[in-house]
């Protein structure tokens, strides 16, 4: 697989992983309506909380008669003219009647013919009554720019009507008279309509009555049985399946197919985040094959619990610290992560269903980053049990849930935290061998001295045991300080020269009696023999079954190093000499760990073969050896910054300071 490219492999990883989505869609099963009188085939369980609605006659019914209820709105329409009008009703008493007997009486109830006048506008007056909506209670809205209120329908006259009530009353007052016919004709004249109907204004009240009906008549929650298998559906249990029917028509309006393309874009994002982050977080899981496929196998399991299991049962916590100590913390949250996004379209975008769950995953993977022995799963386990069981509690309570729920969730989230540590156990014990897993519990499986491959180099090439054990100790305390692994570095210090178990007699450490075989055959032979540890060390490593990150460091920790001796001695000998011909070509280091080793093996065989060496000596031997590496160009892929070199050759003065130091000399006898 080519770095920092999209390939086949990619594009497979991504139909896969859209493939898992929604193959574990929880699609709804849509709930059979059965009729009233038959028999349930099977118990009916509310799948969510819904509420039990009315019948569509009852609601239409009620909601018509709050819409009666409202009363029809007029709106009161001030006339801009009414001080004009009043002078001229003035100017017109005034004439009226002059030299005749009624002259007085009309100037005594001149104030009483006014407000009669006035007093029609009081209720107002409308167009035609005809117009009027109806009213439940024949009553009617008054509007003004001042105030609302409620009069009576009879109360309201129409233009006629109060001409024909304006001319009576008058009479009462004035008798009846030719000129008394006359006022009422003239200030007849004045009366006009100042009510609008608003039929807008109305219509929205009534409406909103309308709406205000509340649509049903209970509640039905989740979980509780509509009816139960064998049962008579009667008119209540119609009712609530009734009201489910029309909510997943609601709510899922789509036929499964249609649901299915309308979560893609949704599944597509998720899934180039998860490419993206890989490629800029964990650039050695996106370059992977096997950890491409152990990623969709676990997300295969991820959503597989959840299906099965209640969501705070859900043991995502094993697969965050699977990921965790197979690969490193930033794989571990991925898979938290993308999890969670799934899971909360699965619950209808709840996400703050999963957060208990999701958090105790973040905070198992993060205690788990430097586990060295497994009494950390267990601690971890209980931390990440209280942490979710805390979390269940809080968002349970803040939901007002009941004390028996409380008690359930907050039993899962005990469950759960020992529950993961059991999972995590199964998965190592199922992937690390299918999928060459290895973490820093395989690391310390493989220091074990006595391994089956270290007991024999002890016996058959005792100095380059003694010599790997050394540079061990140089490269683990070295990847401590650069932010290597330091088991991995260890490691790779104790088999990065089994290739010498095939002829350990032609290697100087195993060398006994001064009888070298060396000096019995042509230089370059002896170069080709020294150069074949590194095939035969790859060769050792695959039969013994040792993990791919050893093989590396055996095969990289030499780089393209010259044989100094074997090729000063050739051209002592030869007149021609080709260089190539004592190199390594074994490539150079590729991670930290390889590369420390490298410098760990040169650095110990040279202080090896220097004659009890001091401090300062140790230290310039170290410097020289690094710089050396590192102008050569051997370190370029190793990620080994200047600054690591710094620490790596401070850190093997202190080590070989301490296995190399001075020792006093005692007296003769002395013990």
Do not use: C
């Not at 006659?57 to 709105?73: D, H, M, N, W």
């Not at 898979?335 to 995953?361: C, K, M, R």
């Not at 007699?505 to 060396?518: G, Q, S, V, W």
């Amino acid at each position: 697989m080519k770095r920092g490219k999209i390939n086949k492999e990619h594009i497979l990883f991504l139909f896969l992983l859209l493939l898992i989505f929604n193959l574990f869609y929880p699609y709804k099963k849509e709930t059979a309506l059965l009729k009233k009188g038959d028999i349930a085939p099977e118990d009916i369980i509310a799948p969510y909380a819904f509420k039990i609605l009315k019948p569509e006659e009852q609601l239409k019914k009620e909601r018509e008669e709050a819409s009666k209820k409202v009363p029809p709105v007029l709106q009161l329409i001030e006339f801009t003219d009414r001080g004009s009008i009043e002078g001229q009703i003035d100017s017109l008493l005034k004439v009226s009647g002059s030299g005749t007997p009624i002259k007085s009486r009309i100037l005594r109830n001149k104030k009483r013919i006014k407000n009669l006048y006035l007093n029609l506008y009081k209720n107002g007056i409308i167009s035609k009554s005809s117009e009027l909506p109806e009213s439940e209670n024949d009553k009617i809205m008054i509007e003004s720019q001042d105030t609302n209120y409620i009069v009576a329908r009879i109360s309201i006259r129409n233009e006629e009507e109060a001409r024909k009530y304006f001319n009576e009353e008058i009479s009462k007052i004035l008798g009846s008279s030719p000129y008394v016919e006359d006022i009422s004709k003239k200030i007849g004249a004045f009366i006009k309509p100042n009510l609008l109907i608003d039929l807008a204004e109305t219509e929205k009240r009534r409406e909103e009555a309308k709406k205000s009906v509340a649509n049903s008549i209970g509640i039905v929650r989740k979980g509780e049985k509509i009816v139960g298998a064998h049962e008579v559906v009667a008119e209540k249990e119609y009712r609530k399946l009734y009201s489910l029917k029309k909510i997943q028509s609601r709510n899922y309006p789509y036929p499964v197919l249609s649901e299915i393309a309308r979560n893609q874009l949704y599944f597509l994002f998720i899934e180039f985040f998860i490419l993206g982050f890989l490629f800029l977080r964990v650039k050695e899981v996106y370059k992977s094959r096997r950890f491409l496929y152990l990623f969709l196998i676990n997300i295969f399991f991820v959503f597989l619990f959840y299906r099965f299991l209640p969501k705070y049962l859900l043991p995502l916590s094993s697969f965050v610290m699977f990921f965790t100590l197979a690969v490193n913390i930033d794989f571990g949250v991925l898979i938290a992560i993308a999890s969670a996004l799934i899971i909360s379209i699965y619950e209808d975008f709840s996400f703050i269903n999963i957060i208990p769950v999701f958090t105790g995953s973040l905070v198992g993977g993060i205690l788990l980053v430097d586990s060295r022995n497994r009494e950390d799963w267990y601690r971890t386990g209980m931390i990440v049990a209280v942490t979710t069981a805390l979390l269940i509690f809080s968002l349970e309570f803040y939901n007002r849930s009941s004390f028996k729920e409380i008690s359930i969730g907050v039993s899962y989230g005990l469950i759960n935290g020992f529950l993961s540590i059991l999972i995590l156990f199964a998965l190592f014990f199922i992937f690390e061998r299918a999928f060459n897993i290895t973490t820093n519990f395989t690391w310390m499986e493989y220091s074990d001295l006595n391994n089956p491959l270290l007991k024999r180099m002890s016996k058959e090439a005792p100095g380059t045991y003694q010599h790997s054990l050394m540079v061990s100790t140089l490269a683990e305390n070295a990847g401590e300080v650069v932010g290597a692994n330091p088991l991995l570095s260890k490691v790779g210090g104790l088999y990065h020269d089994v290739g010498k178990l095939e002829r350990p007699l032609f290697f100087a450490e195993n060398i006994r009696d001064n009888k070298n075989p060396h000096n019995e055959i042509p230089p370059k032979l002896s170069a080709l023999i020294i150069k074949s540890h590194i095939r035969d060390g790859t060769r050792i490593a695959k039969e013994y079954k040792l993990p791919e990150e050893i093989i590396d460091v055996i095969n990289h920790h030499h780089g393209d190093a010259l044989i100094v001796p074997f090729y000063e001695k050739a051209k002592g000998l030869m007149d021609e000499v080709q260089e190539e011909d004592f190199r390594y070509n074994s490539g150079f280091p590729v991670s930290k760990e390889a590369g420390i080793v490298m410098l760990a093996d040169m650095v110990e065989a040279t202080v090896r073969s220097m004659d009890n060496p001091t401090k300062k000596e140790i230290e310039e031997m170290i410097k020289k050896h690094i710089n050396k590496v590192f102008s050569t160009g051997q370190l370029g892929k190793s990620k080994l910054s200047i600054k690591n070199l710094e620490d790596i050759s401070r850190q093997f003065s202190l080590t070989l300071e301490g296995l190399y130091h001075h020792r006093p000399r005692y007296p003769s006898g002395s013990k």
